[in-house]
């Protein structure tokens, strides 16, 4: 399946996609994405050449992200749900019709490869790693891959993929749910999840996610 | 194939419940005042080791004791938190309660013959023989998790919490509003993408809500 659509990804895509709107749409997010529209930059000049990400920048990763969270997304930073200095404007410039088509051109894309994921083999596992694969029931935190895969690799269209996002990142995230600055999400799930985690929580469960041998930039954007 | 048809469609409404609550604030549901043993107070003697493994079976059921196991499932899927939390059928609550009579089966089971139930039904699998080291390692942890409750009390928060009876008879039309809100985000969606189809089977929030084991 990795092999598949690493090879065909999007091109796949385009071939099986039943009728309407995809085909049409495939291009116009490849040129959207790539080129920019409107006075929009291009995403890739952020989120990177193939989707991957920048850590640096804060961008997180775009290529396999299912689409209709990425749509969410746009259409939250377009109507100012979500709040980001770079992406709110460029939401902005964007029609709804470029929006979902732009999602669907990256949640068509292979997913860089991801980290080896920690194994826990039994030994004592970090903090991070406890939440992310544990969860803390006594006070009602389930494990983060349970709603985000094993390893946290996404599952489906609306629970996005954590591992290699950059920590700062993802710190910011919960953040902001935790501050009412982020739509709460499908049922509510990251809100209610968000304010039950403490700061020191926080940041051991965005390093345990974070790309591995890459510097994160420390405490920017917070 | 209708046994485990049920079993999936149970754990997956127990997915579900568990979304749920998690969406709800503190509602209030009772988690009784025993507190079993953390992880880390585990000693490092051949009890110990045999009570470590027993955790590892209850995490990772297939890895562990393949020989037993006929499907994805894993002990904590339904016995939340490996069988620690009240109201998810918390196996220190489960120890102090067996040997008992059992319905189902008209006669006294012990607490491995129960377990010996679980493989061969909710795991799919095959009854470990009494005194296999899968069966000493879970009776051990099970033991370990329950050190100082009260033998034979009836422990609150054991097993799921029993519904009140709803008020309204069951009607297709409000289910159906119903799903498409509360249970369509990890049913419909994931299950529209091959790799995702059952992730909310084997990896499902758990079921503090939702009462009934398979």
């Given at each position: 399946m990795r092999l598949r659509s690493t090879l065909l990804g999007p091109a796949l895509a385009v071939a099986v996609w039943p009728t309407g709107g995809w085909a049409a749409a495939s291009p116009r997010g490849e040129a959207i994405a790539q080129h920019g529209a409107a006075g929009a930059p291009p995403?890739?000049?952020?989120?990177?050449?193939?989707?991957?990400?920048n850590a640096a920048l804060q961008a997180p990763r775009l290529a396999g992200v299912g689409d209709a969270y990425l749509a969410e997304q746009l259409a939250a930073f377009a109507a100012g749900t979500r709040v980001n200095s770079v992406m709110s404007p460029v939401a902005k410039l964007l029609t709804v019709p470029e929006q979902m088509a732009v999602a669907r051109y990256f949640s068509r894309l292979p997913p860089p490869v991801a980290p080896k994921p920690a194994t826990s083999g039994g030994a004592a596992l970090s903090p991070g790693a406890e939440l992310a694969l544990r969860g803390k029931w006594p006070e009602k935190l389930p494990a983060c891959v349970q709603c985000h895969g094993p390893a946290g690799i996404g599952v489906g269209a609306?629970?996005?993929?954590?591992?290699?996002?950059p920590s700062a990142y993802m710190v910011a995230q919960i953040e902001a749910w935790q501050h009412g600055k982020r739509p709460p999400g499908p049922l509510g799930l990251m809100s209610a999840v968000a304010r039950r985690l403490s700061p020191a929580e926080t940041e051991a469960v965005a390093k345990y996610f974070a790309p591995t041998g890459t510097a994160q930039p420390n405490g920017t954007g917070r | 194939m209708i046994q485990l048809w049920r079993l999936a469609l149970a754990v997956l409404v127990c997915s579900i419940g568990g979304m749920v609550q998690v969406a709800d604030a503190q509602n209030g549901l009772s988690a009784g005042n025993f507190h079993p043993p953390p992880e880390r107070a585990i000693p490092d003697t051949p009890l110990g080791r045999a009570i470590r493994f027993g955790e590892d079976i209850f995490r990772h059921t297939r890895a562990a004791a393949p020989a037993f196991v006929g499907n994805e499932l894993a002990c904590s899927n339904c016995h939340i938190d490996a069988g620690r939390?009240?109201?998810?059928?918390p196996m220190w609550a489960a120890w102090v309660a067996f040997p008992a009579y059992r319905n189902k089966n008209e006669r006294v089971n012990t607490f491995a013959e129960r377990l010996q139930g679980c493989f061969r039904y909710s795991m799919n699998g095959k009854r470990p023989p009494l005194g296999d080291k899968v069966l000493v390692a879970l009776e051990s942890y099970s033991a370990w998790l329950a050190r100082g409750a009260p033998t034979g009390a009836e422990m609150p928060g054991r097993g799921y919490p029993r519904l009140p009876k709803p008020a309204l008879p069951p009607d297709y039309a409000r289910g159906e509003s119903l799903y498409a809100a509360r249970c369509a985000t990890a049913l419909t969606g994931p299950a529209s993408r091959p790799r995702d189809r059952w992730h909310f089977r084997r990896?499902?929030?758990?079921?503090?809500?939702i009462g009934g084991p398979a």
């Open positions: 995403c890739t000049a952020c989120h990177g050449s193939h989707g991957e990400g609306v629970f996005p993929p954590l591992i290699g996002l | 939390l009240a109201d998810a059928a990896y499902g929030g758990g079921t503090p809500t």
